[in-house]
């Protein structure tokens, strides 16, 4: 069949080009780290188990005459975003755009300011914040997150992402991801790897800068979404409206769902950090030959944040690390990362 | 910041990869038409407005110099698959398949062998077959495409499109697709577009072919799609199971819909034949620069099937191509194929 044999073609001459960028990737001096055989791909990682079972993973998949070859196309990476990209402490970097929206929503429906949740958080009373119910912190999310277009929620969350400061560091949100992380992603990435971001946080929130901080185009980006309306501007020009209607629940169960849904391969490697991310850990492990999955443990209270309550580290709001988690990782063969001592940076600024 | 630079020069590394792409399909015979310059990339097509449009469309969103030039990161073209990419009559090619599969269903579920509608089905009555109702067609979908592990279903799916034939062709139903789509599809991938295949089918039924068929990988798949069960087998591993509970209706404004939720970019151009794409046909060519939509007719009943209405050709029960779809192509500045008049060959098997 003519178009049998173009298609066969076409993908070997993709995995030609492939290789044409590993090969490109080692001659640019900054990316030399992830491709070229001399360099260390993870200058930021101690020597240690994590460390080397990420290599492991990586030769033994990408070796052509390895029993554990993928094929370039099947190759796929899943990285939960909070608490394993970047910093979850003390909320949810998402949450927080949530709550600075609210003035913003209030000034457009100035009938909300005397209605809660709205009012509390106007009072800008932290504690009383901190205190708000499941329910009141949804209605914050939809007064926040929906009703308007798809490229205006864009441009607000691109703005907000690029101004807004986290208090502790005194550096941007986006400032705050993990630099032997970005190591991993670009590592894999320079081994035929798609790496997908795969998150309980909003899809298009993360969307809005997934691509400069992470190098992730917005296709490859899975998180909690919600459905949009299609309808028709004055100008007659068609636009998509944000509505508070929930997809896809990209948490837990759901990551493994929304994969599925999303990508439509089960991943080869995986990494997270909560009990949120027990079911995609455990269902790229589930797959046949070698699999990868990760737990990135915050241990590490003077360079970042220390919590669990694994191995008696105290429990947050956020970021559940549990015991039972920690021993399913230690029982099923995950890796897991201990940040105080695999990490030799934290952040990209860090010297 | 040391990872911004490096995403940066990640992408102008994957730039330049797609530029090797491009040179290596040049030196690839069966490429060749859709990358040399020389050669001819419409092989399939006669010269007029249709193949006309789609080069110089090419040509104005890849040449830097163009003001309408478009970053490779940001080009996607989206495809309907059901009388775009393949024949969708005298039904489209799921349900046959779901209709194929009730004896396999019955098999195991003995209780429903004397139970509409899958005694009509059993019956092999073809009138009584045509008059089932739209209820009960999807009666007949959820037995048949839901209940089983997406890997059993999968599996499902590769041996039946890997066997049945359509009657009137004497084909397998993967091998009557449109030569001149194929050629559109990999003319547009060696200038740097990712093609996606949006389609009122089942995302995970035409995910099952679309590497093999299209040369596009099932991420790239957007499709009618149901939820899924995350669940443990007797061996204790991880596996998700087909769930009758409808996510996504990709059909009119669901493929708009769809395309925001799975890919996230206004596709700049867009491919279909019916009144099912005209919402995707309007959100592409609705963004800003060089946008392409494209509209299939069907007016070739000696080499494939002559259905409408407009322009006077007969209706159908799929595949509605109305008149006031076509008035909005003209008035909007859609391109309209006529398969009779644009495409010298029909089918890769055509001489």
Same mark, same amino acid.
């Given at each position: 069949?003519?178009?049998?044999?173009?298609?066969?073609?076409?993908?070997?001459?993709?995995?030609?080009?492939?290789?044409?960028? #590993?090969? =490109?990737?080692?001659? *640019?001096? #900054?990316?030399? +780290?992830?491709?070229?055989?001399?360099? $260390?791909?993870?200058?930021?990682?101690?020597?240690?188990?994590?460390?080397?079972?990420?290599?492991?993973?990586? /030769?033994?998949?990408?070796?052509?005459?390895?029993?554990?070859?993928?094929?370039?196309?099947?190759? *796929?990476?899943?990285? $939960?975003?909070?608490?394993?990209? !970047?910093?979850?402490?003390?909320?949810?970097?998402?949450?927080?755009?949530?709550?600075?929206?609210?003035?913003?929503?209030?000034?457009?429906?100035?009938?909300?300011?005397?209605?809660?949740?709205?009012?509390? &958080?106007?009072?800008?009373?932290?504690?009383?914040?901190?205190?708000?119910?499941?329910?009141?912190?949804?209605?914050?999310?939809?007064?926040?997150?929906?009703?308007?277009?798809? @490229?205006?929620?864009?441009?607000?969350? *691109?703005? !907000?992402?690029?101004?807004?400061? @986290?208090?502790?560091?005194?550096? =941007?949100?986006?400032?705050?991801?993990?630099?032997?992380?970005?190591?991993?992603?670009?590592?894999?990435?320079? /081994?035929?790897?798609?790496?997908?971001?795969?998150?309980?946080?909003?899809?298009?929130?993360?969307?809005?800068?997934?691509?400069? *901080?992470?190098?992730?185009?917005?296709? +490859?980006? &899975?998180?909690?979404?919600?459905?949009?309306?299609?309808?028709?501007?004055?100008?007659?020009?068609?636009? %998509?409206?944000?509505?508070?209607?929930?997809?896809? /629940?990209?948490? /837990?169960?759901?990551?493994?769902?929304?994969?599925?849904?999303?990508?439509?391969?089960?991943?080869?490697?995986?990494?997270?950090?909560?009990?949120?991310?027990? +079911?995609?850990?455990?269902?790229?492990?589930?797959? @046949?030959?070698?699999?990868?999955?990760?737990?990135? %443990?915050?241990?590490?209270?003077?360079?970042?944040?220390?919590?669990?309550?694994?191995?008696?580290?105290?429990?947050?709001?956020?970021?559940?690390?549990?015991?039972?988690?920690?021993?399913?990782?230690?029982?099923?063969? !995950?890796?897991?990362?201990?940040?105080?001592?695999?990490?030799?940076?934290?952040?990209?600024?860090?010297?």
């Amino acid at each position: 069949m003519p178009h049998g044999s173009l298609v066969a073609i076409t993908r070997r001459a993709a995995a030609a080009a492939l290789l044409l960028l #590993a090969m =490109l990737a080692a001659s *640019v001096p #900054a990316l030399a +780290q992830g491709a070229s055989p001399g360099a $260390d791909p993870l200058p930021s990682w101690n020597d240690g188990q994590a460390r080397q079972a990420i290599l492991d993973f990586v /030769n033994k998949t990408t070796e052509q005459a390895s029993p554990d070859f993928v094929p370039a196309d099947d190759r *796929v990476a899943t990285f $939960d975003q909070d608490g394993t990209l !970047w910093v979850e402490q003390p909320s949810y970097t998402q949450f927080i755009f949530c709550l600075e929206r609210v003035p913003a929503v209030v000034a457009k429906r100035p009938e909300l300011a005397k209605v809660e949740p709205f009012k509390t &958080v106007l009072s800008g009373n932290k504690e009383a914040i901190a205190k708000l119910t499941m329910k009141q912190l949804e209605t914050i999310a939809v007064a926040t997150l929906t009703g308007m277009s798809v @490229d205006d929620f864009n441009a607000e969350a *691109v703005k !907000w992402t690029s101004s807004a400061k @986290d208090k502790r560091f005194g550096r =941007l949100y986006t400032e705050l991801v993990y630099q032997p992380m970005l190591e991993v992603m670009a590592y894999l990435r320079a /081994n035929g790897f798609k790496t997908y971001i795969v998150t309980g946080g909003g899809q298009d929130f993360v969307r809005s800068y997934s691509q400069r *901080v992470y190098g992730v185009p917005v296709e +490859q980006v &899975v998180g909690t979404a919600g459905g949009t309306k299609y309808g028709y501007g004055k100008d007659g020009k068609p636009f %998509l409206t944000k509505e508070p209607k929930l997809l896809l /629940n990209d948490n /837990n169960a759901g990551k493994a769902e929304g994969i599925h849904l999303m990508i439509g391969r089960r991943p080869h490697a995986a990494f997270g950090n909560s009990t949120g991310d027990q +079911q995609m850990l455990e269902y790229t492990k589930g797959g @046949d030959g070698a699999r990868l999955s990760v737990l990135v %443990l915050h241990d590490d209270a003077e360079r970042e944040f220390a919590y669990g309550p694994a191995q008696g580290l105290p429990a947050t709001k956020v970021g559940t690390f549990t015991q039972a988690l920690y021993d399913e990782a230690k029982k099923a063969g !995950w890796t897991v990362i201990s940040m105080k001592n695999d990490w030799k940076r934290i952040f990209p600024f860090d010297k």
